[in-house]
């Protein structure tokens, strides 16, 4: 076996980065400008996988909304408020043009590259992590974690790769090295094809951990045969609301044959997931005509009673999606009641039974333990350890709330362990 110290500046500490997504590239990011080795592992082939599927449809990097109301969009919001604080949005637009990358704030409040692309980024990203002399180590899976001491398992070499590359100096094919930091950046559960897979979770006390849920996901329901002419098409522009109608929100949202999917389901996972622990089921609240009330619905039902129900409905304002998912879900014998149906189109009431299933889940929730944890960051346990990003017990919706979270968490990270290791920079050396 080849130690990697052997490859370094003598005499400084060496860490070791377990992830290289957004939290383990952002914590390398933070300690590149100190007198350390910096060493991270990554069972994919590659960087950024993650990171890189969340590009395709123009990477969000995070919101422009005022910052209060940002950081209440955490699940716990005190917990990461200190760190969202710091390195809040414009933050993140200013380290992004520092890699050359320039960023815009979108009509929704949403920031995303210029180019709209994760690819230039990650490129220039990397690039200037190694001008710093961090290592990365591609297919090298880490097995065990014990005191100090990280146990690999080279996957190149079981594909009869070269081993002398820049990047893969190891070796041997299983091998066991000391490091005077870890930091796990493992990520949590989903997409695990991207690399999540959670196999972390065998290194850390079970009483550490709290149960991954799946969220930013679709939500299911049985529907009826009549629903299929409707598979993969949008209810628009509606309102909906799982408690209190005051905290309704606008969007749209795609009819699939399980259920409900959108950016709209997403914002409501928290309150539908409490609400399905509570009573076996959860309910969502539909307006489907928000821009007209429930007199004027019924002011134009009333006015057209000699017409068919699809006319009639249609004269209302209901396209055909609308008015699938209206007979779906309401009583045949109300049909003619045009009082009921405008009740109806203004509240819908839809119970559904689950989630989808996690691994196809935007992000998830639950993961280490805030009192598990010391400095926020560093194991109680074992406090070589220390964790960041997705892997830490907390949620929140999509709209660039999840990355900024990842950045901020593995930034705070590194500066933990540039403190706890009492790093000088480089420039002091």
Avoid at 15 to 37: Q, R
Wanted: with cysteine; hydrophobic share 40%; proline share 4%.
């Amino acid at each position: 076996m080849t130690d990697t110290h052997n490859n370094n500046a003598k005499n400084l500490p060496t860490v070791a980065i377990i992830g290289a997504g957004s939290a383990g590239l952002m914590c390398a990011d933070y300690l590149k400008d100190f007198a350390i080795n910096i060493h991270v592992f990554e069972q994919m082939p590659s960087a950024g996988r993650k990171f890189l599927m969340a590009g395709k449809t123009g990477l969000n990097l995070s919101h422009a909304e005022p910052l209060a109301g940002f950081i209440n969009r955490y699940t716990p919001s005190d917990w990461l408020a200190p760190f969202i604080t710091q390195y809040n949005a414009d933050w993140i637009r200013q380290w992004a043009t520092s890699l050359g990358i320039d960023t815009y704030v979108g009509s929704s409040g949403r920031i995303f590259p210029v180019q709209m692309k994760g690819s230039p980024l990650l490129r220039a990203w990397l690039k200037d992590l190694h001008t710093h002399g961090v290592q990365f180590f591609y297919q090298h899976k880490c097995v065990d974690i014990h005191n100090n001491i990280a146990t690999f398992h080279n996957q190149n070499l079981d594909k009869n790769q070269p081993t002398n590359t820049k990047f893969n100096q190891i070796a041997s094919q299983t091998f066991s090295q000391p490091f005077d930091a870890i930091i796990l950046a493992c990520g949590g559960l989903s997409y695990q094809q991207l690399g999540s897979t959670g196999e972390w979770q065998n290194w850390l006390d079970d009483n550490a951990i709290a149960p991954f849920y799946a969220s930013n996901v679709g939500i299911c329901r049985m529907w009826s045969p009549f629903m299929q002419a409707v598979f993969g098409q949008a209810l628009k522009r509606v309102n909906v609301w799982v408690d209190k109608k005051d905290e309704q929100n606008q969007g749209d949202i795609v009819i699939s044959h399980y259920g409900f999917e959108s950016g709209l389901i997403y914002k409501n996972n928290l309150a539908l997931r409490q609400k399905l622990e509570q009573n076996g089921k959860m309910t969502l609240n539909v307006d489907l005509l928000p821009q007209f009330s429930h007199e004027k619905i019924l002011q134009i039902l009333n006015k057209n009673k000699k017409l068919s129900l699809n006319t009639l409905w249609k004269k209302v304002g209901l396209d055909p999606v609308k008015i699938a998912l209206l007979r779906e879900c309401t009583p045949k014998s109300d049909w003619h009641n045009h009082d009921k149906m405008a009740s109806f189109i203004k509240h819908l009431a839809i119970d559904f039974d689950d989630f989808r299933p996690i691994d196809e889940a935007i992000s998830c929730g639950g993961g280490v333990k805030q009192s598990h944890l010391q400095q926020h960051f560093q194991l109680t346990a074992n406090p070589n350890i220390y964790c960041c990003g997705e892997m830490l017990d907390w949620d929140a919706p999509t709209g660039g709330y999840l990355l900024t979270a990842c950045f901020a968490t593995g930034r705070a990270c590194g500066d933990l362990v540039a403190k706890n290791l009492n790093l000088t920079t480089k420039t002091h050396v």
